[in-house]
């Protein structure tokens, strides 16, 4: 599969102000989160690409995120921050 699949998304980070949604249980099963395909038109294929692409951008900068969300694409804002 390409992209990166969202695992967790803790709470006040920048996925979760994006709105981004990381696995979940629902009635006893766990269920995929959003998957990353792309940020700023830039397709990531594992977590070294995503890694190398974010490395390009600027802390504080806002990206559009291509994510992949129950079969659908969408794209979503994120404002890049430090990770604690």
Same mark, same amino acid.
Request: hydrophobic letters at 35%; a negative charge.
């Given at each position: 599969?390409?992209?990166v699949?969202?695992?967790?998304?803790?709470?006040?980070?920048?996925?979760?102000?994006?709105?981004?949604?990381?696995?979940a249980?629902? +009635?006893?099963?766990?269920?995929?989160?959003?998957i990353i395909?792309?940020?700023?038109?830039?397709? $990531?294929?594992?977590v070294?690409?995503?890694? +190398?692409?974010?490395?390009?951008?600027?802390?504080?900068?806002?990206v559009? $995120?291509? $994510?992949?969300?129950?079969?659908e694409?969408?794209?979503?804002?994120?404002?890049?921050?430090e $990770?604690?």
């Amino acid at each position: 599969m390409d992209g990166v699949p969202i695992m967790q998304v803790y709470p006040g980070s920048a996925a979760e102000r994006a709105g981004l949604s990381g696995y979940a249980r629902r +009635n006893g099963r766990l269920v995929p989160g959003d998957i990353i395909l792309a940020v700023e038109g830039t397709r $990531v294929h594992d977590v070294d690409g995503l890694r +190398n692409t974010l490395e390009r951008y600027e802390i504080g900068q806002t990206v559009k $995120v291509r $994510v992949q969300r129950d079969g659908e694409e969408r794209e979503v804002p994120v404002t890049l921050q430090e $990770v604690q």
